[in-house]
Every structure is written in structure tokens, then in C-alpha cells.
Nanobody, 129 residues
Framework: QVQLVESGGGLVQAGGSLRLSCAASGRTFARNAIAWFRQAPGKEREFVAANRWSNWGYTARYADSVQGRFTCSRDIAKNTVYLQMNSLKSEDTAVYYC????????????????????WGQGTQVTVSS
């Protein structure tokens, strides 16, 4: 059974940092895109970052709102993806979810919820101002 388990959320002051982890089990995702989404109260779930595999290595893409502050990386050996979040703002407060594509390989589409098949349960991030 495939599982994605997020951890690392919590309460932090504005300007602080957190690192989220997404540990995958049940299969390897070395060649699958893995992404982070978030959902704030009363808002739709939105794309945050994605880490994609291609023949030229791994690349990360980010939403404009987090570009330059967040870094999405992965540890292949641990089957784990990370989201390092720096310079946090109150508007970053949300439940953060990791998601993985079921199909291996590169895809131009990486920011839609429908691009991903496996989802974690989410971890709460609260940024106090």
C-alpha cells in the first residue's frame, strides 16, 4: 500500500523557518514528480512547489508566492521529499500536502491537483505575525 506521510509542521513566528518532510512508502518515486500543495481556511488547495525528474536530473518549480523563499528537494535513498520554508509570512499559514504522480517520467504539467494521484494527510503550518 502506497503512503505519503508529511511531518515538520508547527507554529512559527513570521520571518522564521520550517522544513517539511514527505516520506513515501509502498513504492519508489525516484522518477515521479512530487509536489507540495497547501490549503488555507476557506480557500482552495493551491500549488506550492514540485520536484520533477527528467533525463537531465531533478528540477524544482515554485508558485510565484513562494519563489525565492521555499526550496523543494528530495533524498532518493530515503524516498523522501522536503520543503524548506524560509522567511515565512502569515499568509503561508495553511495545511500543507504532498502529492505524487503515479506515472513515471517527465511531464510539462506539474501544478494542477489532477496531475497527482497519491496524497498525504497534510501537516499544519501556522505563522504568527
Amino acid at each position: 500500500q502506497v503512503q505519503l506521510v508529511e511531518s515538520g509542521g508547527g507554529l512559527v513566528q513570521a520571518g522564521g523557518s520550517l522544513r517539511l518532510s514527505c516520506a513515501a512508502s509502498g513504492r519508489t518515486f525516484a522518477r515521479n514528480a512530487i509536489a507540495w500543495f497547501r490549503q488555507a481556511p476557506g480557500k482552495e488547495r493551491e500549488f506550492v512547489a514540485a520536484n520533477r525528474w527528467s533525463n537531465w536530473g531533478y528540477t524544482a518549480r515554485y508558485a510565484d508566492s513562494v519563489q525565492g523563499r521555499f526550496t523543494c528537494s528530495r533524498d532518493i535513498a530515503k524516498n523522501t521529499v522536503y520543503l524548506q520554508m524560509n522567511s515565512l509570512k502569515s499568509e503561508d499559514t495553511a495545511v500543507y500536502y504532498c502529492a505524487a504522480r503515479s506515472i513515471e517520467g517527465y511531464s510539462d504539467s506539474y501544478y494542477a491537483i489532477s496531475d497527482y494521484y497519491y496524497w498525504g494527510q497534510g501537516t499544519q503550518v501556522t505563522v504568527s505575525s
